[in-house]
């Protein structure tokens, strides 16, 4: 199945609440931390509601009308939206957040849309925040120069995240 990667459409909003439940439920179970269905449903399961997709709706509108300071891409598959890239311009950039449905992880999608993102943010230092015990993620971000700052916070008392930052592009950091 080809994917296809482009902004999103004003309508792609409850897909895209919808697709960061199914996200998490896949990325962040983890009985060490604590971390079950129930804990990320009551803590991220908001993003399927008509309040969370109305966020959503907000968002892709402000991104619409503000390209230079809001990015957001979706990776289609057929109909289906199978994952999402999105980010801010501020004093530096925000990378975040990103999801890969499992289905669509290992067939460079994320490096496509990780190309797309460095593309729009030029040379400005970067910074995310990623989940302790993802260690693909990890490894896929520091592909592209983010590395551990050292910072780190609990996610509503509970998900464990560390900060990565990324200094001034280089074509060396380009993988």
Excluded at 49 to 55: D, K, R, V
Excluded at 109 to 129: N, V
Aim: with cysteine.
């Amino acid at each position: 199945m080809t994917h296809v990667i482009e902004a999103p459409r004003a309508d792609d909003a409850a897909s895209l609440g919808s697709l960061q439940l199914r996200a998490w439920l896949q990325t962040y179970p983890c009985e060490d931390a604590g971390i079950d269905e129930n804990w990320i449903r009551e803590h991220r399961g908001s993003s399927a509601t008509e309040e969370g997709i109305a966020q959503w709706r907000e968002f892709l509108e402000a991104a619409r009308q503000q390209p230079d300071l809001l990015f957001c891409r979706v990776v289609r598959s057929g109909a289906e939206i199978v994952g999402f890239l999105c980010g801010r311009r501020d004093e530096v950039v925000t990378l975040g957040p990103m999801y890969l449905l499992e289905e669509a992880q290992g067939r460079g999608i994320g490096g496509r849309l990780m190309g797309e993102f460095l593309t729009w943010a030029g040379s400005m230092p970067m910074r995310l925040w990623v989940t302790d015990y993802n260690e693909r993620a990890i490894r896929f971000y520091q592909r592209y120069g983010f590395k551990a700052t050292g910072e780190r916070e609990l996610w509503q008392g509970k998900l464990p995240n560390v900060r990565m930052a990324r200094d001034i592009t280089s074509s060396d950091n380009l993988s």
